[in-house]
């Protein structure tokens, strides 16, 4: 038993340092804003239009030489939701949020009493210069006040920060319980770009044409939670969440320019996906029910929230909620079940509830963390860092991984080689007459330890 232990020990150590591969480049124990003068600070907080604790970043994007981030409304005291910081600026690793376009975006002081910006949970940034702000419309749905305003779609142009289009989901695409909690943009051709807007609340996509000017529903009984697994725990916070499809991330497009959208619910195990010929016609995607596809399970415990697929590698990375860690896997793999997945980063205290996946246009990977769980079931501390920005080359992120795209036949070689070496050791010091299985065993223990030790 002691040489399997040692086994276990050393193999752990390996995948520590496998683990390892990103940078955490911002961190906040409460998010500040930059109010126009401190008075005006001062103003929020005694009219609790700002109050720290109640303001958490949900969605993170990355343009240029600015980070947004969303902070949605769900409580009270959220000064503005849609936020940006300068990556220029290496002042502070805990830097002041500026409301995006403007603060006057986020007051109810137009003509129609409502903001210009209501609630959004996540954006997307085009190749085209398009910040696509999907807005869930609604305030305090923490809390018993709530305030609903319609779901909408906003798109700015990023080099003026003008506001291009506001467009209102039809009545007849929101239903009773919608929530619309992510985004994914198809823009092969700026003048006919796609968005894919994914209610949690009641399973369904809506995709909006920006050539048109409409949208369209389209429902699938893959968008809906599974019942089996809709138990979570995190942080020791054991709860249950029925969300439907969340996770959804595009793929470069094929010679015909239609993308692959890869999905899945939370409350789900499983990854799917659908070409967009199918969704970009709602009648198309109603007569081809076949054209979803089940493609297999991360395995038991293995729930996620967002996803992005990296176009360049085909990479698709994706968070473990219960496991406060990242993934990913190869999409021009055959295969997605889990020897084929890989781990990039995990960590009990840092990676508490990934919220936010993204790759950027110079194929750097980000990462938001914001320990959700604990701010909604209890109170997070605020001596403590609670909130993370992680990043790191795509490259970097993925290399050792299941999803490494370079060959390392030589660095494979070294570390079996190595493992053989130390279980010889190790056998000979168990049993003297028994050093002609070590090398056998040790290479069958390297293999299981590995699989087990990926996805325990």
């Known amino acids: 038993m002691g040489g399997f232990k040692t086994l276990i020990i050393l193999q752990l150590v390996y995948i520590s340092t496998c683990m390892e591969q990103l940078d955490i480049v911002y961190e906040w124990n409460q998010l500040d804003f930059q109010f126009l ?13 700002y109050i720290p604790e109640n303001n958490i970043p949900m969605g993170l994007e990355v343009y240029e030489d600015r980070l947004f981030i969303t902070v949605p409304r769900w409580r009270a005291g959220v000064p503005a939701s849609l936020t940006y910081i300068n990556l220029n600026d290496n002042s502070t690793r805990s830097p002041k949020l500026i409301p995006y376009p403007s603060w006057a975006a986020h007051t109810r002081d137009g003509l129609d009493g409502k903001p210009e910006i ?36 906003i798109v700015y142009d990023l080099k003026t920060d003008i506001l291009l289009r506001k467009y209102i989901f039809p009545d007849d695409q929101v239903k009773q319980d919608s929530g619309f909690a ?68 595009l793929s470069a497009p094929n010679p015909d320019n239609y993308s692959t959208l890869y999905f899945h619910p939370m409350a789900s195990y499983n990854e799917f996906a659908v070409s967009t010929e199918y969704l970009r016609n709602q009648s198309v995607a109603e007569n081809n029910f076949e054209a979803f596809k089940l493609l297999g399970s991360r395995g038991p415990n293995a729930q996620s929230s967002p996803s992005f697929v990296d176009p360049k590698t085909g990479v698709l ?54 320990r959700l769980p604990i701010w909604m079931y209890s109170k997070l501390n605020p001596n403590e860092v609670n909130f993370r920005v992680f ?12 999803c490494d795209i370079t060959p390392r036949s030589d660095i494979l070689d070294k570390f079996v080689n190595k493992f053989k070496n130390v279980t010889n050791k190790i056998a000979a010091k ?13 290479l069958f223990t390297i293999i299981s330890l590995t699989l087990l030790s990926l996805f325990a």
């Not at 003048?191 to 009641?202: E, I």
């Not at 979570?232 to 499809?245: E, L, P």
């Not at 990043?391 to 299941?402: G, K």
């Open 317 to 370: 990375f994706y968070s473990l909620v219960n496991l406060n860690a990242v993934a990913c896997w190869r999409t021009t793999n055959k295969e997605y079940n889990m020897k084929n997945q890989g781990r990039i980063y995990m960590d009990d205290t840092k990676m508490i509830y990934p919220t936010d996946i993204k790759v950027d246009y110079k194929e750097n990977l980000w990462i938001l963390s914001n």
């Open 118 to 153: 209501v609630s959004p949970f996540r954006i997307r940034a085009d190749r085209c210069g398009r910040l696509w702000v999907l807005d869930n419309g609604k305030i305090g749905n923490l809390e018993t006040n709530t305030t609903k305003y319609p779901p909408a779609i």
């Open 430 to 442: 168990i049993n003297p007459n028994s050093s002609s299985l070590a090398a056998p065993l040790s």
């Open 182 to 249: 992510n985004i994914a943009v198809e823009d092969m051709d700026c003048d006919k770009t796609y968005a894919y807007a994914a209610d949690v609340g009641k399973a369904g996509i809506v995709v909006y044409s920006w050539e048109k000017n409409e949208s369209w529903r389209i429902t699938h009984h893959y968008f809906h939670p599974d019942p089996l697994a809709c138990d979570f725990s995190v942080k020791g916070h054991n709860f249950s969440w029925t969300d439907a499809i969340f996770g959804i991330g």
């Open 391 to 402: 990043y790191a080359p795509v490259l970097r992120a993925i290399s050792h991984t299941a």
């Open 37 to 49: 003068t401190p008075e005006a600070r001062q103003q929020a907080l005694e009219a609790k239009t």
